[in-house]
């Protein structure tokens, strides 16, 4: 799947994700990009609900369609509280829209706090919504191995392998 390339910085006591803008061509250019909050006008749909209205006008094609709703699906499960409209990108084209790479994908239920601790958060995996029934299967076999990896990063921390370890059975076991 196309995705914003990406490299993780380490310091004494952070890491950082720098991510790699997709809307730069050259030392200058720039290309054109439209969240999905310009492109779909209902705020309350998920990604999911917005790739099958979006298909049905004609305005993304089905592979689209198909990815933004793995998009939305994978995010469920690596539990990516953050899956708002203005976190998925399109590039205009002379049909309509184009799906971008994809961008800020993580676990965002893990998001230190404002003191920069991260409060205890317990994942519970969901059951999926009837417009990611034909997405589901590949997103949980994603996400597993996402939490599986995650679980035996030397780059995560004690705390974050032991939640991800704990994750990944419960999403075996769902």
């Not at 309350?44 to 198909?66: C, N, P, V």
């Not at 961008?103 to 009837?130: C, I, K, N, W």
């Not at 030397?154 to 075996?172: C, F, K, Q, W, Y």
Request: avoid cysteine.
């Amino acid at each position: 799947m196309p995705s914003a390339k990406a490299q993780l910085f380490s310091a004494d006591t952070h890491k950082f994700l720098e991510v790699e803008r997709f809307d730069r061509i050259g030392e200058r250019g720039r290309r054109a990009v439209m969240t999905l909050a310009a492109v779909h006008q209902e705020p309350a749909d998920s990604w999911s609900q917005a790739a099958l209205r979006l298909l049905e006008a004609g305005t993304i094609s089905a592979g689209d369609a198909q990815r933004l709703r793995l998009l939305d699906a994978f995010g469920a499960l690596i539990a990516n509280t953050d899956r708002h409209h203005h976190n998925v990108a399109f590039f205009p084209s002379a049909s309509g829209y184009t799906l971008a790479p994809a961008f800020d994908q993580l676990p965002m239920l893990y998001a230190p706090s404002g003191d920069g601790t991260v409060p205890p958060r317990e994942f519970h995996p969901l059951r999926p919504a009837a417009e990611m029934l034909e997405v589901w299967d590949e997103a949980r076999a994603l996400a597993l191995s996402f939490w599986q990896n995650a679980g035996d990063a030397p780059t995560v921390s004690d705390g974050m392998r032991r939640i991800a370890a704990a994750n990944a059975r419960a999403l075996s076991a769902s």
